[in-house]
């Protein structure tokens, strides 16, 4: 099974819906999949990486985009409420607290975490903004993101994109721990940017393994296999 999570728009901006990602072009590419899966046991699923892009968990796409898409992934790349330009960061242009800009982004995690709308929590801890993984998080705020996935039923990504490209930092571990601790699911995410990374599960199968996670406690958008 294979799922088409694009983003829903690559702006930076805070609410503006990218009018090309419509309704009509969800079920457009759900068609396509369907064509294209025709005789196979491979099932394609189409759905859409939103923004969360304010600390009341709000989602750059509308409701009617959520409702025609298979499943809907909520992650951070702006700091909630914040419009900040990663590069303008990275070059030490713009001073950043570390500590405050971590819990403004557990703050917008967790209510992402209570938007009905969301399926997953993508690359959880990560924010494209700030160009890093995010510092001076709290094992209680990793706890409060566990709690309130396990009470609204959200997937959690274990993402494969850092594992190509970052090591993981502390807590990362922490939060699928606990995760599994209160029965969260785990997504399996290869985060797949280019055609060659769709399906390297390589090390996302060694976390999981690390984790004694079973395939019970991974993730799936569709019941009836």
Known sequence: MVAVTDHHTNTSLLDVYDRTYDVEEIRRMKQLCRDISKGSETRFLVGVEADVIDLDGCLNIKPEIAAEADLVIASLHIIPGIEMQWDKIASGKVSVD???????????????????QVDVLGHPLYVISAGRYLEEVEKGQLAEIADTAAKHGVAVEVNGHFFREYTPPKGYFDLFKMCLERGVKLSTGTDAHLPAQVGELKDIHAALSRLNAKPTDIYSPITDL
Do not use: S
């Open 98 to 116: 570390h500590k405050k800009v971590a819990d403004r982004c557990m703050q917008g995690e967790v209510a992402a975490l209570k938007n009905p």
